[in-house]
């Protein structure tokens, strides 16, 4: 059988490859302490859970949903949003529409089929989620990346996105909260950034806003559109509950964009895979939202005393250069670039995140994700899910194992 060319030039998620050598390594007896989870271990609300309950009495919740999605949620996703940003859609002149679909990232893989056309390009930035590369490829577009460092705590350079503009720029990716660097874009970032793109007005900013309740230090992460509130006109905003539900299974993803783009996003839906799952639709609109107010509470109590574990951890091995502050999502990302270690490794060969990925595992028995896949070279992301007692024993052995001269 002859596969297509299209998928053979795509890579699979990284994350599933990783998972996999973890479970073989714990089915071989040796102890795993797991850094690489893309969710949090907890169970969503309690109240969430009983509305979903309800739900599964009726007929309705098991029937087809509207391809873009169950209006009522629909509106409900719009005024939340509105809610939590402080903005109007209307205020800003914007005919927008909301869509619903299996998950964020299949609203990003609508998004990118309603706009590219091959050859077009995407700005992202470094380090950026896995999959944006393989999705904007996938559709025939070109990944155009502007790279940003540690040392700038992984903020991009506005003045370096300036230089990757070019006639054939589509849109631009902004994930703030980053996955993988656990940082949200400051305010005065977003600032300049709506600035910026007063020279580009043709330029779609996607904003993958996954992680925006997930912050740990205040004040909340705020976004460029807020700032010039005439931007949300070329703004396509990706959320979903995964994450500010604690919801990953569940997979309700949705968009808000100019009605135009929204369309074109439901015209692909209604080819693929139909509207997306009907009773956790349901649910969702019966669902009081405020009652999510406090739930992260526990959760970013623990994430603070992780974030404060690895910055520890660092200043007691006198390596308080590789640390940065770590404010939202659950993530870090390691450069192993400045660590004692790296000078060990053959400096021609440009990535070892692999390599010393498999190594650190072998060796420590942590497990975490290599950075080649977010964009950034000699790297690894660690997840801040462990309970607090077994992170801090895990971070002791990588701290052991980075700190080698
Ligand atoms: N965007 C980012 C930045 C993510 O980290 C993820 C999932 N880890 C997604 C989108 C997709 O999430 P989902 O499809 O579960 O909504």
Redesign the pocket.
């Known amino acids: 059988m002859e596969l297509s060319s299209r998928v053979k030039q795509t890579k699979g998620s990284i994350t599933l490859k990783v998972n996999e050598r973890v479970s073989e390594i714990a089915q071989s007896g040796k102890h795993v302490y797991n850094m690489t989870s ?2 949090l271990p907890f169970k969503p609300s309690s109240e969430f859970v009983e509305v979903i309950k309800k739900q599964l009495n009726f007929l309705k919740s098991y029937q087809y949903s509207p391809v873009a999605g169950m209006k009522p949620l629909r509106a409900k996703f719009q005024e939340h949003f509105e809610h939590r940003r402080q903005v109007s859609f209307a205020k800003a002149d914007c005919d927008v529409d909301c869509i619903i679909s ?7 893989y609508n998004v990118f089929g309603a706009l590219i056309d091959p050859g077009d390009e995407v700005i992202l930035l470094t380090p950026f ?1 896995v ?1 944006y590369p393989e999705m904007v490829k996938f559709w025939g577009g070109v990944p155009v990346v502007v790279k940003s460092h540690a040392f700038d705590a992984y903020t991009p350079n506005i003045e370096e996105m300036r230089k990757a503009i070019t006639n054939k720029t589509k849109a631009i990716i902004l ?1 703030s909260p ?2 993988p660097a656990g940082i949200y874009y400051t305010d005065q970032w977003m600032k300049n950034f709506a600035e910026f793109l007063k020279d580009y007005p043709d330029l779609t900013v996607i904003s ?1 806003e ?2 925006s309740e997930l912050y740990y230090y205040d004040p909340k992460p705020t976004y460029f559109y807020q700032h010039d509130i005439s931007l949300l006109k070329q703004t396509v905003i ?1 959320d ?4 500010s539900f604690a919801s ?1 299974g569940l ?3 949705f968009c808000l964009a100019q009605k135009e783009l929204t369309y074109a996003m439901a015209k692909i839906q209604s080819q693929t895979t139909s509207g997306p799952n009907s009773l956790i639709q349901r649910a969702l609109i019966e669902f009081d939202f405020s009652l999510l107010d406090h739930y992260f509470d526990p959760v970013k109590e623990q994430l603070r005393e992780c974030a404060q574990i690895i910055r520890m951890a660092f200043r007691d091995a006198n390596l308080p250069h590789c640390f940065y502050q770590t404010n939202s999502g659950f993530y870090y990302l390691l450069d192993f670039s400045r660590m004692p270690f790296f000078n060990h490794l053959d400096h021609e060969v440009e990535d070892h995140s692999d390599q010393i990925v498999e190594d650190i595992l072998e060796k420590t028995g942590v497990a975490l994700v290599p950075g080649s896949s977010f964009g950034y070279p000699n790297s690894a992301r660690m997840s801040m899910t462990l309970e607090v007692a077994p992170f801090k024993e895990a971070m002791g052995k990588l701290i052991e194992y980075i700190a080698r001269k």
């Open positions: 893309g969710q299996n998950g964020s990232k299949h609203s990003l989620w999959s994930n980053n996955n993958d996954l992680y990706i979903g509950i995964s994450k990953t997979r309700i993803g």
